[in-house]
C-alpha cells in the first residue's frame, strides 16, 4: 500500500490569508513550469463543485481537478488529476491552521492505492512536484498587504 503523501510548514500571515492566497490567488502564484501547457492561466473555481483547471492560449482548457470541500478559511479538499484521466484522480486535503499572527499548512496528498502498479511512480512525482509549488505559494502569501490583499 502506499500511503498519503504529508507536507506541514508554516507561513508568516494569518490563516485566512493563507487560504485566500491558495485559492483566490491560485492563477497569479502557481509556476507556469508546474502546467499541461507550459503557459496556460490557472483557475480554482472556489466552491464545491468548483473547477480547478488551466486554459492554454490557444484557448483549450486542461482540467486539473475538482472541489469536493470548500470550507473557508480552514480546509479544501480537491479531487487532483493534473495529465492524467479524471478516473485516476487523487485527492488533496490542505487545513489551514491559525499559529498567532502565523498559520500552519497540512497538506495531505492521498488516495494512491487507487492506482495500481503506477501507485508509487505518481506519488514520487506528485512529491516532487510540490516541492515545486510551495515556495512560490508560500512567496506570494508572505509577500503581500495582509488586510488589503496588495502586493
Known amino acids: 500500500m502506499t500511503g498519503p503523501l504529508r507536507i506541514t510548514f508554516d507561513v508568516a ?9 491558495w485559492t483566490s490567488e491560485f492563477g497569479t502564484w502557481w509556476p507556469r513550469d508546474h502546467t499541461v501547457s507550459g503557459h ?5 473555481e472556489g466552491r464545491v463543485g468548483g473547477r480547478i483547471y488551466e486554459r492554454a492560449a490557444d484557448g483549450v482548457e486542461h482540467d486539473w ?3 469536493v470541500v470548500w470550507d473557508p478559511p480552514g480546509q479544501l479538499v480537491y479531487l487532483w488529476h493534473i495529465g492524467q ?12 491552521i ?19 502498479p503506477a501507485a508509487a511512480a505518481r506519488r514520487e512525482q506528485n512529491r516532487a ?5 510551495l515556495a512560490p505559494f ?9 488586510t488589503r490583499g496588495d502586493r
Open 13 to 21: 500571515c494569518p490563516a485566512e490569508h493563507a487560504f485566500d492566497v
Open 138 to 146: 508560500r512567496t506570494a502569501a508572505e509577500g503581500r498587504d495582509q
Open 85 to 96: 484521466d479524471r478516473d485516476d484522480a487523487t485527492e488533496v486535503q490542505i487545513r489551514f
Open 129 to 133: 512536484g510540490w516541492e515545486g509549488v
Open 65 to 67: 481537478g475538482e472541489i
Open 40 to 44: 496556460g492561466d490557472v483557475v480554482l
Open 98 to 116: 491559525p499559529r498567532g499572527a502565523s498559520s500552519r499548512v497540512e497538506i495531505e496528498h492521498r488516495g494512491w492505492e487507487r492506482l495500481g
